[in-house]
Nanobody, 117 residues
Framework: VQLQASGGGLVQAGGSLRLSCAAS????????MGWFRQAPGKEREFVAG????????LYRDSVKGRFTISRDNAKNTVYLQMNSLKPEDLAVYYC???????????WGKGTQVTVSS
């Protein structure tokens, strides 16, 4: 599976962006898709995830209430709506898919999100 992430950019604090991640083929029903991010000088961290078939979602605490993950099964695409962006959200965002939240088999290239204060 190839994953193509897009939608990053420069936004002022408080603004919004929507990231998209398109898969080259149908995602396994049992798989999850997730968004991760890596800020400069920091480890990559989990941001949000969604189980492909059931739609269960999971978020890291710092983005709860601000970010929303969703998917379009017909388009094999997952989205990350990011509202009320903060400077600490600045990072390269990656999408990935795999059998569990901590076991991702496939990764896309990242998309840069820059939040100015």
């Amino acid at each position: 599976v190839q994953l193509q992430a897009s939608g990053g950019g420069l936004v002022q604090a408080g603004g919004s962006l929507r990231l998209s991640c398109a898969a080259s083929r149908r995602i396994f029903n049992s798989y999850v898709m997730g968004w991760f991010r890596q800020a400069p000088g920091k480890e990559r961290e989990f941001v949000a995830g969604i189980r492909w078939s059931a739609g269960n979602t999971l978020y890291r605490d710092s983005v709860k209430g601000r970010f929303t993950i969703s998917r379009d099964n017909a388009k094999n695409t997952v989205y990350l709506q990011m509202n009320s962006l903060k400077p600490e959200d600045l990072a390269v965002y990656y999408c990935a898919t795999g059998p569990t939240w901590s076991d991702m088999d496939y990764w896309g290239k990242g998309t840069q999100v820059t939040v100015s204060s």
